[in-house]
Nanobody
């Protein structure tokens, strides 16, 4: 029903920047049905973890502590797209980054169980 397609991943040196994009689409998709979209990541040998999220209405944001001040999540509702601007990247940021969307109006956006749709992921590699 809903497709999430990430883009923008790649290889960058420590201290560099990348911007990820996630576009939502589908035959029966309405962005009005989406309460929030977010980003999660899974590093090698680690479990998937929350990175950032943003609500469709109001643009309230939530960030994992380790990325605060470095990453910025923002959205373009007209394009059904959410972005993750990643600055001052460090090797520990290396991971597959997944876009997710939730229809639920429940807060707790750092809980992956709240999300209904997931993208395929995009690889971010930060070299030291």
């Amino acid at each position: 029903q809903v497709q999430l397609v990430e883009s923008g991943g790649g290889l960058v040196q420590a201290g560099g920047s990348l911007r990820l994009s996630c576009r939502a689409s589908g035959r029966t998709f309405s962005f009005y049905a989406i309460y929030a979209m977010g980003w999660f990541r899974q590093a090698p040998g680690k479990e998937r973890e929350f990175v950032a999220a943003i609500t469709r209405i109001g643009g309230a944001t939530d960030y994992e502590d380790s990325v605060k001040g470095r990453f910025t999540i923002f959205r373009d509702n007209a394009k059904s797209t959410v972005f993750l601007q990643m600055n001052s990247l460090q090797p520990e940021d290396t991971a597959v980054y997944y876009c997710a969307a939730t229809k639920s109006s429940s807060r707790w956006l750092d809980n992956e169980g709240r999300y209904d749709y997931w993208g395929q992921g995009t690889q971010v590699t930060v070299s030291s």
